[in-house]
């Protein structure tokens, strides 16, 4: 584990609380659309063309290429469901991340949904997630992982999670100069044929630090691939939600030059 940097806990919940999550999980989501649609929102283009949009504190992000709408991620999800904020303490997360951050006591950072919806959700490419909180927490981001709890079988067919083990040891990894958020890694710099895809049961949870270079294919399937993604951090800090988005502190982190087929900072 710390040299590949992930874990699987295969069936760490049973299928009585994955059916108690999946259902806490749709309340949320109908709750923050129907909100969406009733109330104002304040939307945001991504550089790439994503559209976000945020409503009492949750931000939808959309599938950028669904006939009709569909939600592709929506963040914060904290304070939203009793079942949902019971993982924040539950020592079957807590226990496993402060090992992997290596602290006493682990607190939350931020709370997601992923939906990857039949047939309509979208890849995730190859990116870390230590850059997008690096411009919000700055060097406390190194001390920030996930736990994905997956509510659906994950499959190579519906874009289970796939990840590049050991890559969180080399650091900030090379950014994409050709991606317009400047948040996605080069792949360029992913060795692809290192690469582990997570096949795993509904009630599975997959741990990894921010560092970690992970991509997910699109779903394909008839059912949807809907996963929690609970970001845990030593205890005490403030949570993202407390935090500002500041794209100007991408420049302290490498960015990609190639010449003469060499990668290098
Ligand atoms: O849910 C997935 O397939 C990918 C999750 C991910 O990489 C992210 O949300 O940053």
Request: one cysteine or more; aromatic letters at 6%.
């Amino acid at each position: 584990m710390i040299m590949s940097g992930y874990e699987v806990l295969t069936r760490l919940f049973t299928a009585t609380e994955v059916a108690r999550l999946r259902d806490a999980v749709e309340r949320v989501h109908a709750d923050v659309v129907a909100a969406a649609e009733a109330g104002e929102t304040r939307v945001t283009v991504w550089p790439d063309g994503h559209r976000l949009e945020e409503i009492g504190g949750t931000t939808i992000h959309w599938e950028p290429d669904a006939p009709g709408k569909a939600v592709r991620s929506l963040s914060p999800v904290s304070g939203m469901s009793p079942v949902l904020d019971a993982l924040w303490t539950d020592e079957r997360l807590t226990g496993p991340m402060a090992a992997l951050l290596g602290v006493a006591e682990v607190g939350p950072f931020v709370a997601k949904l992923n939906f990857k919806r039949a047939g309509v959700g979208s890849e995730f490419a190859w990116h870390q997630d230590f850059p997008f909180w690096y411009c919000c927490a700055g060097d406390a981001a190194y001390d920030v992982a996930t736990a994905i709890v997956m509510l659906d079988d994950n499959t190579v067919g519906n874009g289970a999670m796939t990840l590049i083990p050991g890559s969180h040891l080399a650091g900030p990894a090379p950014r994409d100069p050709a991606d317009p958020t400047g948040l996605l890694v080069d792949p360029r710099a992913v060795d692809e044929t290192a690469a582990v895809t997570v096949e795993a049961p509904a009630g599975s949870v997959l741990m990894f630090p921010g560092l970690m270079v992970h991509r997910s294919a699109p779903n394909r399937t008839a059912t949807d691939r809907r996963s929690l993604l609970f970001c845990f951090q030593p205890a005490g800090r403030p949570e993202l939600s407390a935090l500002t988005y500041d794209a100007d502190r991408l420049a302290d982190l490498p960015s990609a030059q190639i010449s003469a087929g060499r990668l290098h900072d």
